[in-house]
């Protein structure tokens, strides 16, 4: 019997598996990964008209939406309201930022107190920081109405974050403010005036002044008072 061509026919395959293989050992095998990058926004803030301010907020993006931490020095003890503001700078200023469309007089809460269930007044209606004695204040909170980029109803990059001298009252759409010193019910705040009464001083006192007996420094009004501070949104490098 006749074997060769049944050896040929074996060398033949022998060939093409030995080329397959060849073959496959030079395919690349790199497994190409892709890591989340988180999206970090910062916004340094300084004084405006002479104030002393410094201080800075940085907000990241988490599954619930924006995680905010805002850290404030060298101002007055107390509670100063933060709004968004449109603008190409802080010399430059808009309007609050107000995207979502509440009518203006809509009684509300801040972003800060806001969920999907109770939304806010205003997208660009911050809240209130509590300044300590030592001049320092700081306010952390997540907000799901904010983004890092993304929609425009939502995305805070190239917005200006602006600080007032008093704490506002946030009961109402910004764009309508009840003219009297209305209490802030939402923020579960009470109106403490500062009133310097009639006194005597004791013998040796150092010579000092005070204010008008009858005049009052509210710590809470609608709007905030004058503007103190403020810093532009940017996306971190």
């Known amino acids: 019997m006749n ?3 049944y050896t040929y026919t074996a060398l033949i395959i022998l060939i093409i598996v030995a080329g397959l293989v060849t073959g496959c050992e030079k395919i690349p095998t790199e497994i190409i990964t892709a890591e989340l990058v988180d999206h ?3 916004a340094t803030i300084s004084g405006i008209e002479g104030s002393g301010i410094t201080g800075t907020a940085t907000f ?3 599954d619930e939406g924006v995680r905010v931490i805002i850290e404030v020095q060298n101002t007055t003890p107390g509670l100063h309201a933060m709004h968004l503001h449109t603008g190409s700078s802080c010399a430059d200023s808009g309007p609050h930022w107000h995207p979502i469309g509440v009518p203006a007089g809509t009684p509300g809460i801040p972003i800060v107190q806001a969920t999907r269930n109770t939304p806010p007044i205003g997208i660009g209606e911050v809240g209130n920081i509590s300044v300590d004695a030592d001049g320092t204040g700081r306010l952390e909170f997540t907000t799901p109405f904010w983004s890092v980029g993304g929609d425009p109803n939502t995305d805070i990059l190239g917005k200006l974050i602006m600080i007032h001298e ?3 009252t946030f009961l109402t759409n910004p764009h309508v403010h009840h003219m009297n010193m209305q209490m802030d019910m939402n923020m579960n705040m009470e109106v403490d005036t500062q009133m310097v009464q009639p006194h005597e001083h004791p013998p040796g006192t ?3 002044s005070h204010a008008n007996a009858s005049a009052t420094v509210p710590p809470i009004q609608p709007g905030g008072g004058a503007k103190i501070g403020c810093g532009m949104i ?3 490098e």
């Open 3 to 5: 074997s060769r061509p």
């Open 40 to 42: 970090i926004a910062v």
């Open 60 to 62: 990241r993006e988490v």
């Open 166 to 168: 008093t704490g506002d």
């Open 206 to 208: 150092p010579p000092h």
């Open 234 to 236: 940017v996306l971190m």
